[in-house]
């Protein structure tokens, strides 16, 4: 798996593979009920009440001031809404009971977490971490617990990861083109692995970004997006790419979609971030007359500020980025016109930007330089001496 390589290696690959710097990201959750909307940029983690998100936060669970404090990269409520967790970079997941906001365990992880999801029947987290490995944790524990080992990418940076709405399949996506149907273990069984592998959706001919499991009208499908500037349709059971659809004219030529939110009230309606963009874009999936898949893009919603992430919950869809003023949430509700945005009061310093960021650049490839490949070739040498 990922993690087992040596650390020559690890540098060597690390320096081929391009940029390593990441861009200070912002985090967005939105608990099942709606009831509240977690937010983070760098090492700040805050809670709103989504009745009143123009008031000032309900809570602060995270602020730099505390010690060890470290930027927040991840955050998800589980299916139940009893649960936040969020992870940093300094490989730590916390999880706090959400009817108290208490802290109710922390976990270390061995790479940091990229993405994190949650099973079904929400007795386990799964996470991704950057060295190609899946974890899961157990949603209830009253220590601090070592996550098991589920599947690996075969030591490929993993970006996203979904689980179908029966929690019977995990879709999880890399850097290397590739996205991975797996066949996910009920309950504890997950704890064990899963080795079976349903199929891989092969197609993207840069880094994919972005996975999701969207049903219409019964029928299951992936959606994914990625580097190469498209939105992708997938059969999940077979692999087979149903559609492809470029980004709609105006985005960037070179831009990568960051993430996708399906909206759990209207089905088939996803909002797409794009690397690069000041905006939030929106396509359907739909079932033409015969049943064949079709995509369709539908308008987007401008912005002042650079989405870093989003998520849709009922009528309402949630969006948290950053611009040269600081960080700022805001929300859309169906039939609405523009964006209502709240500033928030703290800037990191050295955070904000005058133009938009390009946020998936880390995971751009670049060709090696002299330097690297005589690196490699003096690996070599010592491995074969």
């Known amino acids: 798996m990922g993690r087992r390589r040596g650390k020559a290696a690890e540098s060597g690959a690390q320096a081929a593979a391009g940029p390593a710097s990441e861009p200070a990201c ?12 977690a937010v983070a940029y760098t090492s700040n983690l805050l809670i709103f009440d989504q009745k009143r998100l123009e008031d000032v936060p309900i809570k602060t669970l995270m602020d730099p001031a505390q010690e060890q404090a470290s930027n927040v990269r991840t955050l998800l409520f589980d299916g139940s809404g009893r649960f936040l ?26 790479k940091r977490a990229t993405a994190t999801a949650c099973t079904a029947d929400n007795e386990h987290w799964i996470l991704a971490d950057k060295y190609g490995d899946v974890l899961a944790v157990p949603l209830e ?25 029966s929690g019977s399949l995990l879709a999880t996506a890399d850097r290397d083109e590739k996205i991975r149907v797996s066949r996910l273990p009920r309950h504890g069984a997950v704890l064990k692995g ?30 994914s997006g ?12 077979s692999g ?28 088939g309606l996803v909002q797409v971030l794009v690397d690069g963009e000041l905006c939030i874009r929106q396509v359907r999936v739909r079932l033409e007359q015969g049943g064949e898949p079709a995509l369709a893009w539908e308008g987007a919603l401008t912005w002042d500020y650079q989405p870093h992430a989003g998520a849709a919950r009922g009528e309402r869809f949630f969006v948290v980025g950053l611009a040269a003023s600081g960080a700022a949430l805001a929300w859309h509700a169906a039939g609405a016109g523009e964006l209502e945005t709240k500033a928030l009061e703290l800037a990191p310093e050295g955070t904000s930007v005058d133009a938009p960021q390009r946020l998936l650049s880390h995971l751009q490839k670049v060709p090696p330089s002299e330097e690297e490949i005589n690196f490699r070739k003096r690996q070599r040498r010592d491995l074969n001496a």
Request: a negative charge; glycine letters at 6%; aromatic letters at 8%.
């Open 194 to 223: 899963a080795p079976c592998i349903q199929t891989y959706c092969l197609g993207h001919t840069d880094y994919v970004s972005a996975v999701a499991f969207v049903s219409v009208e019964e029928r299951l499908l992936l959606l």
């Open 141 to 165: 524990s009253e220590k601090d617990i070592e996550p098991a080992l589920v599947l690996g990418h075969c030591s490929s940076i993993l970006t996203s990861l979904s689980v179908s709405p």
């Open 240 to 267: 087979k790419l149903l559609v492809t659809s470029p980004l709609p004219d105006g985005a960037p030529s070179d831009a990568g979609v960051v993430s996708l939110a399906p909206s759990s009230a209207d089905p």
């Open 26 to 37: 912002c985090s967005l959750a939105v608990s099942p009920s709606g009831n509240f909307v």
């Open 85 to 110: 967790l969020a992870t940093t970079d300094a490989k730590t997941g916390f999880v706090w009971q959400c009817s108290d906001w208490s802290l109710r365990y922390t976990f270390s992880l061995p």
């Open 226 to 237: 990625g580097g190469d500037g498209t939105v992708r349709l997938w059969d999940p059971m």
